[in-house]
C-alpha cells in the first residue's frame, strides 16, 4: 500500500491543522494506521493510531487537542490538530501495516508502510 500525507503547513499557536493520510494500491481496511511525529536528532514519536479494528490510542501530550479519524471507504485517515504549540513542531508522517499487535502500535519499527511526511510548524 502507498501512503501519502499532506495538510502540512506553518501556523500560529493556538491555531489548528488538519492533516490527511490516502492509502492507494489497496484497501485500507484490515490495517491498523498511525500517526508519528519527528524533530531532527529525536527519534520518531507516536502520536495517535488505531491498531485494526479497535479504538484509537494517542500520546498523552495530545490527548484532547488531537483527533485521529479513518474513513476506510475513502481509503484515508485523518489528524485533526487543534490548540497547537509550538511543542508540535515535527514532520508528521503516517504509517500502516497489517501485523500490529496492540504493545505494538507505539513501536514505529512495526510499521511497513510510510507516507512521506508532511511538515507542521507552529509559531510562538
Same mark, same amino acid.
Given at each position: 500500500?502507498?501512503?501519502?500525507?499532506? &495538510?502540512? &503547513?506553518?501556523?500560529?499557536?493556538? &491555531?489548528?491543522?488538519?492533516?490527511?493520510?490516502?492509502?492507494?494500491?489497496?484497501?485500507?481496511?484490515?490495517?491498523?494506521?498511525? @500517526? *508519528?511525529?519527528?524533530? #531532527?536528532?529525536?527519534?520518531?514519536?507516536?502520536?495517535?493510531?488505531?491498531? @485494526? #479494528?479497535?479504538?484509537?490510542?494517542?500520546?498523552?501530550?495530545?490527548?484532547?487537542? *488531537? !483527533?485521529?479519524?479513518?474513513?476506510?471507504?475513502? +481509503?484515508?485517515?485523518?489528524?485533526?490538530? !487543534?490548540?497547537?504549540? #509550538?511543542?508540535? !513542531?515535527?514532520?508528521?508522517?503516517?504509517?500502516?501495516?497489517? +501485523?500490529?499487535?496492540?504493545?505494538?502500535?507505539?513501536? *514505529?519499527?512495526?510499521?511497513?508502510? @510510510?507516507?512521506? &511526511?508532511?511538515?507542521? !510548524?507552529?509559531?510562538?
Amino acid at each position: 500500500v502507498q501512503l501519502q500525507a499532506s &495538510g502540512g &503547513g506553518l501556523v500560529q499557536a493556538g &491555531g489548528s491543522l488538519r492533516l490527511s493520510c490516502a492509502a492507494s494500491g489497496r484497501t485500507f481496511s484490515g490495517y491498523s494506521v498511525s @500517526w *508519528f511525529r519527528q524533530v #531532527p536528532g529525536k527519534e520518531r514519536e507516536f502520536v495517535a493510531g488505531v491498531r @485494526w #479494528p479497535g479504538s484509537i490510542v494517542y500520546v498523552d501530550s495530545v490527548k484532547g487537542r *488531537f !483527533t485521529f479519524s479513518r474513513d476506510n471507504a475513502r +481509503n484515508t485517515a485523518y489528524l485533526q490538530m !487543534t490548540s497547537l504549540s #509550538p511543542e508540535d !513542531t515535527a514532520v508528521y508522517y503516517c504509517a500502516a501495516d497489517r +501485523n500490529i499487535i496492540l504493545s505494538s502500535l507505539r513501536d *514505529f519499527r512495526r510499521y511497513a508502510y @510510510w507516507g512521506q &511526511g508532511t511538515q507542521v !510548524t507552529v509559531s510562538s
